[in-house]
């Protein structure tokens, strides 16, 4: 089995995939494929991503079972004691725009419920 998701990559990409992968969601294909056309896949995928990312998962013959490539992405695989890990990026709170203090005052929504003018 193999699994590959797919993001901001082009529609073209995701039309060629169908031609070996079922596509369940948008951009997140699966099916049963070989080595040699998972590989060709790949570089494919590769190759027609431009500024998207792309994660395969697929059947490995490791205590695990699978293994992950990956594309482009900020997520990477790390091997920690013979087991493949997704590595996520450490999150700097001081990047984080979501936490800078809210606007004083009402919301023009909460002012429409508030005072009943719709």
């Not at 996520?88 to 800078?100: E, I, K």
């Amino acid at each position: 089995m193999t699994v590959l998701v797919v993001a901001a990559c082009p529609v073209g990409l995701r039309g060629h995939l169908t031609r070996w992968l079922l596509e369940i969601s948008p951009g997140v294909f699966v099916g049963t494929i070989n080595a040699r056309v998972r590989k060709l896949v790949w570089l494919r995928v590769i190759e027609m991503v431009r500024t998207g990312r792309a994660i395969m998962v697929h059947r490995a013959d490791n205590e695990q079972g699978l293994d992950f490539t990956v594309h482009d992405h900020n997520w990477k695989p790390v091997d920690f004691e013979g087991i493949q890990l997704m590595l996520r990026p450490n999150h700097d709170p001081s990047d984080d725009t979501a936490s800078a203090t809210p606007a004083k005052g009402w919301s023009n929504a909460g002012r429409r419920r508030r005072y009943g003018k719709r």
